[in-house]
């Protein structure tokens, strides 16, 4: 159980086009989904929180017309990277939880990551 | 705020050796929780455990086993009879108990190789 998926799991883009990543929670509901960036050899940071039906909180220095984020059911959330350059390239990681904060299902699974080449 | 600090950047062990990675933590809640995520080289995120603040029983899950010292804000990994898959950057992560807030803060992760 807890199976989060992403697609693409890699992407080649154009400098100023705009690419959309999907992330699927596959045998359960996520109220709340989580988008991170990851660069080489360094941790996780956070990009956003959405919340299923309500616009994403974004972090600060997180550009929120750059990075657009929809979380319109509650197995399904999508980051737009919109007129994509070369300094966005990145592996970008997404997590699901059901939020509910009991038990185990507060509990923040990842998917298998897109990494995002802008050329 | 949480903040966290895995002193140890990388690690390098021989298969079968046990080794322990070290996770300290700061925060100002008195109930929180902490977790351990396993990243291999293919980039997904592996969740491990999950603790809770206010158990502070330690833990083992076959060769897995976690040392929770709340006294002195630790939360240590340990892998015994080490394997060549263990290899990956472990991430230790506490995350705030408040309602509705469900962020991990991220340490800069351990690399662990594991040598045949």
């Known amino acids: 159980g807890a199976v989060v998926s992403q697609h693409p799991s890699w992407v080649i883009c154009k400098s100023g086009t705009s690419v959309k990543i999907e992330c699927r929670s596959l045998d359960f509901q996520a109220t709340t989904m989580f988008w991170y960036r990851q660069f080489p050899k360094q941790s996780l940071m956070l990009m956003a929180t959405?919340?299923?039906?309500?616009?994403?909180?974004?972090e600060q220095g997180v550009e929120k017309d750059k990075f657009l984020i929809n979380h319109a059911s509650l197995t399904l959330s999508t980051l737009t990277v919109t007129s994509a350059h070369p300094e966005d390239s990145s592996f970008y990681i997404c997590?699901?939880?059901?939020?509910?904060?009991?038990?185990?299902?507060?509990?923040?699974?990842f998917g298998p990551g897109t990494r995002l080449t802008v050329l | 705020a949480q903040k966290v600090t895995q002193a140890q950047t990388e690690i390098s062990v021989v298969e079968k050796e046990d080794v322990t990675l070290d996770c300290v933590y700061e925060t100002r809640d008195t109930t929180y929780y902490l977790f351990w995520y396993k990243q291999p080289p293919s980039g997904e995120l592996v969740f491990l455990i999950r603790r809770n603040s206010f158990d502070e029983q330690n833990e083992i899950s076959g060769r897995y086993s976690w040392n929770f010292q709340k006294s002195t804000s630790s939360f240590n990994f340990t892998i015994t009879a080490s394997q060549v898959v263990d290899s990956a950057v472990y991430f230790c992560a506490p995350r705030d108990s408040g309602a509705g807030s469900y962020q991990l803060t991220f340490g800069k992760g351990t690399k662990l190789s594991v040598i045949p």
């Open positions: 997590s699901a939880s059901s939020g509910l904060g009991t038990g185990h299902t507060d509990t923040q699974y």
């Open positions: 959405s919340n299923e039906g309500s616009k994403a909180t974004y």
